[in-house]
Every structure is written in C-alpha cells, then in structure tokens.
C-alpha cells in the first residue's frame, strides 16, 4: 500500500478515483489524463531506477538539468560515502552504494533550491550504513524545515522522527520532528535543451545497444540475403528494392534500444515519472538506417540512390518509433508481460511494401 501511494503521486500508476496535483496544478486523474509536472519533483524508488552503465556523476548531473540547474557534487558524495565512487558505473557499485545514489538522485531537486519541492521517497533507508542514514535524517530534516515537502514510505524509527505526520494507510498522528539548520542552496541556474535527445545518445554510446541490436538485426538479414540471392540474375526492380529495405525494415522492428536499456531496475519509470518525453534512440536511428540502406543500395543496385536511401532512412525511424510506442503502452498496464502486443507488428508488412512500391518506381 505505502509503494502505491508514492507511486500513484508520481504519476506511474492509473487512479480509479480522484486526481493528484503538484503545486496546485493536477497532474493525473482517474480519466487518464496526465500532464508535466509544474516544477522538477524528487523520486525515489523501491528499486533504484538506475541504469547500470551510467557513472554516479552523470546520474545526479542528469536529474541537476531536469531541474536545470548545476551544482558541485563533492561535498553531498562525500556525506554519503560516494565521493570515490563518482567516476565509476553504477553496475560496479555495491548494493548499499546504489541505494545511495538513488537516494540522493531523489533528493537533488530539493538540494537545487530555495522553492518549495515535492520530494517522494519509497523505503530510503532500506540498505544504508549508519553514516549515510545520519546523513539521509539531516537532509531530510533541513529541506523540511526550508519548507520543501516530503512523502516518505518507510518503516526506520530514525526516519519517522522527521516526519510532522504519521499515516499507516488507516490512521494519522501528528508528530513534533527535531529541529535542524535550515538548507541553502549554492546551485547556480543551467538552460539545458534536448535533454532526452542527449542522455539516449550518450546512454548507446556507452554501451553500443544500437550496433548489439538494431545494427546486428540489420547485418544478419543482409548477410542472409547476400548469400543466397545474386542481384546480377533478377530484373525485377520492385524486389531489388525490397531487399535494399528489408535491413532497415527488420533493424526497426528490434525496437529503441534505450528503451531496452532503461527496463533494468526500473529506470525507465523513473524517466516516465520525470517527463513526458523518455530518452530515445533518434540520432543512432537515423545513422543505423541510412548505413544499411546504403550499403543495401550498393549490393543490390550497383550504386546509391539518395531517394531510397532517404526513404529507407526514414523508414527505420518510423519503425523503430511504431514499436516503441507499442512497448510503451503495455508498460502502462498493471502485468505489462501478460499482454502480448509485439504480435501487431505484422501489420507494419503493409506499409513496407506500399514504400517498397513506391521507391521502386523512383
């Protein structure tokens, strides 16, 4: 029940009932509709959200520009222990050492400023060290008393001494927290654009997902058509260039390789929870699908053609997005690997071949 209700105020779970608002302004309701929080909000959850090829720096600079705003790391890795571990991926990382940097990613938004933040923590203190619990109280107890706003979901004795009310799901109390210092924040204002165009680029550039995946899928279908057709032997334009588009084609329907890479420990509802648009795999699309048409081109017409390859290009984005989106809307349901929507993708045969039509007549 306490997971529930910090994930339903973070926008991840449908209401039956009723709506939730962030500073004023509704968010969700039970008619599904859900708009952009007004400010950057604070989230952590049960399973970290992380990505484990991400290092602990770019993770807590990431969630600085959600709230477009930079600050010096050194002293809040430090009072957590994670001041030698900054350059280092979080999959190298201990399992108490990943807690706390989901933790402090959830605290960050409030860390950056003055004005009031939601700040949402599901079980903080489960598999943290004395130093870093210590740590988790006194922040907690200064952004409180600079007036940000915390729900917390746990079940430390420590914890619940911040808080000023005690809720069990049946009942509420009041409580008279201990006081602490006040919280300033020294973060400096940063404009960021296209921040999830950027953290799906460097997330594939460290981990070369859409060559393991996309690019893969794409040289497998080539070699395979390479070896048993020879192109010199048929005259039939029209299929020529369905095999030029067969790659692409095929490489779209692996699906967006960020998407891939961010269902490990819940990551990618971390990104839905934060914005509307979720890191993608745009700029390695277009590059994936434009190489292979390319080099299909060659193989099988004798030269390039700018237009299908232009239009094999494009078509592997379209693909690649049609899938994604269907990924997507089953991660929205409560048992999203019951529901078996990956079998819609032959429906997209049809509008491969009307391109296919279409290009061979250019």
Not at 13 to 24: Q, Y
Not at 83 to 107: C, E, F, P, T
Request: proline fraction near 4%.
């Amino acid at each position: 029940g306490k997971s529930t209700v910090i994930e339903a105020c973070a926008r991840l779970l449908s209401l039956e009932n009723g709506r939730v608002f962030h500073h004023g302004k509704m968010v969700l309701d039970s008619e599904g509709r859900r708009k952009s929080p007004p400010e950057a909000f604070g989230l952590t959850l049960q399973k970290n959200g992380l990505v484990g090829d991400e290092t602990v720096e770019n993770h807590l600079k990431t969630v600085c520009f959600l709230s477009e705003k930079t600050f010096d790391l050194t002293d809040i890795l430090a009072s957590y222990g994670l001041d030698h571990r900054r350059h280092d991926r979080i999959a190298q990382l201990s399992g108490g050492q990943m807690r706390k940097v989901a933790v402090l990613a959830g605290l960050l938004p409030a860390l950056l400023t003055n004005e009031p933040r939601l700040i949402l923590l599901d079980e903080p203190a489960t598999g943290l060290d004395e130093k870093a619990l210590e740590s988790l109280v006194n922040h907690i107890g200064q952004l409180s008393a600079a007036g940000h706003g915390f729900i917390v979901a746990s079940h430390n004795s420590k914890i619940l001494e911040c808080a000023t009310r005690i809720h069990d799901l049946k009942t509420e109390k009041s409580n008279v927290p201990n006081t602490h210092e006040l919280w300033k924040s020294t973060a400096t204002q940063l404009s960021t654009s296209l921040l999830s165009a950027r953290v799906g680029f460097r997330y594939l550039t460290s981990t070369q997902a859409a060559i393991a995946r996309n690019g893969l899928t794409a040289l497998l279908v080539l070699g395979t058509l390479m070896g048993f057709v020879d192109p010199s032997s048929i005259e039939n334009r029209s299929l020529l260039v369905g095999f030029v588009l067969a790659a692409p084609f095929a490489a779209g329907l692996a699906g967006d390789p960020v998407l891939y890479i961010m269902r490990e420990g819940r990551a990618v509802d971390w990104w839905r929870a934060q914005v509307q648009r979720l890191p993608s795999s745009d700029v390695h699309s277009l590059i994936i699908g434009f190489v292979f048409t390319a080099i299909g081109c060659i193989v099988f017409l004798d030269g390039i053609d700018w237009r299908i390859t232009a239009l094999g290009t494009l078509m592997h984005w379209v693909t690649m997005n049609c899938v994604r989106f269907i990924e997507l809307s089953t991660l929205r349901l409560v048992r999203p690997n019951a529901v078996f929507l990956r079998l819609l993708l032959p429906i997209l045969i049809l509008p491969w071949a009307l391109v296919t039509d279409f290009a061979a007549g250019l």
